[in-house]
């Protein structure tokens, strides 16, 4: 098992563009998270997925953002009309409910964001 | 909705000395679990340890120990024996219902 895999690592966009990032997340993982992560601070929940169904979506991620997970297996998130304040590194993260209901996140490296 | 604050910045220690960080969570609910994560320069985030706050018993993992204080709502970090490669942003994070929510950070330098 490679761990939780994202791609690109880095995109540089123009303001007004879309963009499309890849998660894909350890196999044997039901549950796919996406936070965006600015400098200096820390993650900020945008969105899981339990298997295919988007279970929760934050007030953070606008109209502009959309995240899918067909067949339960890789997620993208899409970002429409990217803005320069989207800017940001956006972390997939997976995780497999243990005993008890602890739930602990794998981390992908991410994917850094830059808007110009 | 949940909040972790980490009021510390950023903190210094020297190799092989002892440092502790700290975490204040507000939650209103019963059933949770917290977590401290540590990300290096430029790499991915990786877990550390984690407390069940059901479990009276602080958790320990080889260096690393929680002082788990669950009426104070607090949960800090404690790193023994430091070393150069401890030195890295460190995030506590709290879970309820499958949702994680993340301190601001805590940038650890340990120096030689």
């Known amino acids: 098992d490679t761990g939780v895999s994202q791609d690109p690592r880095h995109k540089i966009t123009k303001r007004g563009q879309n963009v499309t990032f890849r998660c894909d997340p350890i196999?044997?993982?039901?549950?796919l998270y996406w936070y965006r992560q600015t400098l200096g601070q820390g993650p900020e929940f945008l969105t899981y997925?339990?298997?295919?169904?988007?279970?929760?979506k934050s007030r953070l991620l606008s109209d502009r953002f959309s995240a899918e997970r067909p067949k339960g297996s890789f997620s993208t998130l899409e970002i429409q009309r990217t803005e320069q304040g989207d800017s940001a590194m956006y972390l997939c993260?997976?995780?497999?409910?243990?005993?008890?209901?602890?739930?602990?996140?794998?981390f992908g490296a991410g994917s850094r964001l830059t808007v110009l | 909705a949940q909040t972790v604050t980490q009021s510390q910045p950023e903190m210094s220690v020297q190799e092989a000395e002892t440092v502790t960080l700290s975490c204040t969570y507000d939650?209103?609910?019963?059933?949770?679990?917290l977590f401290w994560y540590k990300q290096p320069p430029s790499r991915q985030m990786i877990l550390v340890i984690r407390?069940?706050?059901?479990?009276?018993q602080n958790a320990t993992e080889n260096r690393f120990s929680v002082n788990f204080q669950k009426a104070a709502k607090s949960f800090s970090l404690k790193i023994s024996d430091s070393q150069l490669g401890d030195t890295a942003m460190y995030f506590c994070?709290?879970?309820?219902?499958?949702?994680?929510?993340f301190g601001s950070g805590t940038k650890l330098n340990v120096k030689p």
């Open positions: 993260a997976s995780s497999f409910p243990q005993a008890m209901g602890v739930n602990v996140l794998t």
């Open positions: 196999s044997e993982h039901n549950r």
């Open positions: 997925f339990q298997n295919e169904a988007q279970l929760e």
């Open positions: 939650t209103s609910e019963n059933n949770y679990y």
């Open positions: 407390q069940e706050a059901y479990k009276q």
């Open positions: 994070a709290s879970d309820s219902f499958n949702k994680f929510y």
